[in-house]
Structure formats: structure tokens, C-alpha cells
């Protein structure tokens, strides 16, 4: 797990800035690790949120056949050190029949370690989820909670077209989700203030250098020569097979 100076520290960038480090140095795709279906923030004046994700399943169209479910699920979510956000996926998809999430949910999960949740269903009791300072990342918003129940956790899930394994290292804000990989954890944070200050230093740089526009032509080639230093500075610091030098 990475320190929590570095988690703070990675609060402070969005999640695309976070991907645009991300994409330097990993050995993956850069077509894959984050949500490939459109979330809906409905806090994003909280920012960006960073933890481990737990996992967890719901079916809130079906009464549940755990009598000992919600007494499991805490427990589980109590022993695993935090920050955690809660993944979950609601079974009923593409129906939205009730919500998990409300005014106790998010102050019962913020009290245990939470941060927020990323839920492929919906969330209710907006105003109060947002008193209790819970970020929630979702599809949509409804009214009843029906018999949403933890049906399962600690497995692999599916949200928004894209799987998360229990643990996974989750950087989040209005744009949507990442999953930074263990291989990739320990460089993120240098990468993402790397290529936040190139881009600054570079190509905006070049973009906004004049007060009024009088030569595009100018202007265009200027931003040309900045978009060369750009791609030099990152070929520079980053070698092709994605290690950092």
C-alpha cells in the first residue's frame, strides 16, 4: 500500500491527470483500467477521491437469503485498513429497483473507513449522503431502497463495463474511475506531477503566449515547436517500454 502522504498528495490532481502519468509508465493498455460505461458524480464539489476498493454485490429487486449478511459484510469491511471506496454491483442492471445507498449507508461506511463508492445502480437521500461528506460516483438517483441487502463481497465485480478486483488501488472524480495497478503504484505520483508540469511548461505554454491573436499562423507554429518539446520531455524521462528511467 502506498503511503498516505502519497494518497493525499494524488487527491490533488483530477483523475485524467492522474491517467496521463499513468499511461508513461504502465505496461498495459492504455485502452483499459477505467470505466468504460458513463458514471455520474453527484458530489464533484468534493474532488477527486483516492482508496481500496472493496467489493460487493447487491440485488435490491430480491429479498435476501442471509439472515447474517449486513453483520458479515461489516466485519469484512472492518478489517481491511483504509482508505477504502466501495465498488458495487447492483445485479439488477440494466433496472434501477432500490438504492443501498442513503443517509445511514454513507455515515455507517464513512464511520468504518470509507471514503465513497462508485455503485453501477443508484444512490438516494442526496443532501444527507452529501451532510455526511460521502462522495458517491453512480448511474442514477431513486426513491426506495426496496430490499437492497451485501449479497456477496471480497469477490471481483463488474461496474460501469469494467472489472475491479477487491484491493484495487482507485482514483475517482467526475470524469469517472481508474485502477492504478501494483506494478505501477510506486511511480504514479512522480509521473502525474511530471506530465501535469509538462504539459504547463510546454504546449498551454505556447498556446497562451500572446494577449491578442494577430498571427494564427505564428501562433500555430509556436504551439508546433512546444508540441516537439513536449513529446521530447516525456521520450526523455519515460523509455519506450514504459519503465521509468
Known sequence: ???LSDLLKL?????PTIYNGWEQITKRSRTTGFNLEETRDFMPEFGPMIGYAITVTIKPSTPGSNPDAWAEYRKYMASIPGPKIIVMQDLDKPNVIGSFWGEVSANTHKTLGCVGVIVD????????MKSAGFKALARRLCVGHAYASPVSWGEPVEVFGTKVNPGDLIHADKHGFLI??????????????????????????????????????????????????????????????????
Open 1 to 3: 500500500m502506498l503511503p
Open 11 to 15: 487527491k490533488r490532481w483530477n483523475t
Open 121 to 128: 445502480g443508484a444512490i438516494r437521500d442526496l443532501d444527507e
Open 180 to 245: 492504478i495497478p501494483v506494478e505501477d503504484q510506486s511511480r504514479i505520483l512522480e509521473a502525474a506531477i511530471f506530465m501535469d508540469n509538462n504539459e504547463c511548461e510546454t504546449v498551454i505554454h505556447a498556446a497562451l503566449a500572446y494577449d491578442r491573436v494577430e498571427d494564427q499562423m505564428k501562433i500555430a507554429d509556436n504551439m508546433n515547436e512546444a508540441a516537439k518539446a513536449f513529446n521530447k520531455e516525456a521520450v526523455t524521462a519515460f523509455s519506450k517500454d514504459g519503465e521509468w528511467k
